[in-house]
């Protein structure tokens, strides 16, 4: 048990031993919220009390004895303790709320940037398949231009042997008509 439950727990049993079931140290609350405590009523902090409207005495008269039974059994530094630690908790949530707050902000900026990197790797994909489909294309004209290109070479070879024959014959004829007119 921490430091507080031990308080709380000796303060019960001394109580206890002494008899008192709170009707007897109602005065002693009393005493001590007249000498200064403020927010405090019935030694229970206001922010505890129950907000109550006047429906009728009995009910009041049963609420101000719960009061005061829940008054005795805790102590000026115990209701100081726990404001203390009520303040602590209210700054930390408020710190954890602040942390919440700045990873929600981050996770959507991380959303955005997620939904703007896969726009833009769409973006590449479809270039890379045009590019793809242009390097087919490509690579079907190289090779219709190779083709075209041994064709030619074919052509130049038959047209160099047509005209090897050709100026072969011209030559012999032309040196027997020489030969011939001689």
């Known amino acids: 048990m921490d430091r507080l439950g031990r308080e709380m727990a000796e303060s019960a049993a001394s109580h206890r031993k002494r008899g008192s079931k709170g009707k007897g140290k109602e005065e002693e609350w009393k005493s001590m919220d007249s ?3 403020k927010g405090h009523q019935g030694g229970v902090p206001s922010i505890y009390k129950p907000l109550h ?3 009728g005495d009995e009910e009041e008269e049963e609420e101000e004895d719960g009061l005061n039974q829940l008054g005795t059994e ?3 530094e115990q209701i100081l303790q726990f404001e203390a630690e009520e303040s ?3 700054r930390a949530t408020q710190t954890d709320l602040e942390s919440l707050k700045t990873a929600e902000s981050s996770l959507l900026e991380i959303s955005s940037l997620q939904t703007q990197l896969a726009v833009h790797l769409s973006q590449q994909s479809e270039l890379t398949d045009k590019l ?3 390097v ?4 079907g004209r190289v090779g219709e231009g190779n083709l075209q290109l041994k064709k030619a070479k074919e052509r130049g070879r038959d047209s160099r042997v047509w005209l090897l024959v050709f100026l072969f014959g011209s030559s012999f004829t032309l040196l027997f008509l020489d030969y011939y007119s001689s």
Do not use: Y
């Not at 087919?136 to 690579?139: G, K, L, S």
């Open 74 to 76: 805790l102590t000026r």
């Open 88 to 90: 602590e908790l209210l």
């Open 132 to 134: 793809w489909e242009e």
């Open 136 to 139: 087919q294309e490509v690579n």
């Open 53 to 55: 409207d006047s429906f």
């Open 35 to 37: 000498q200064g405590e």
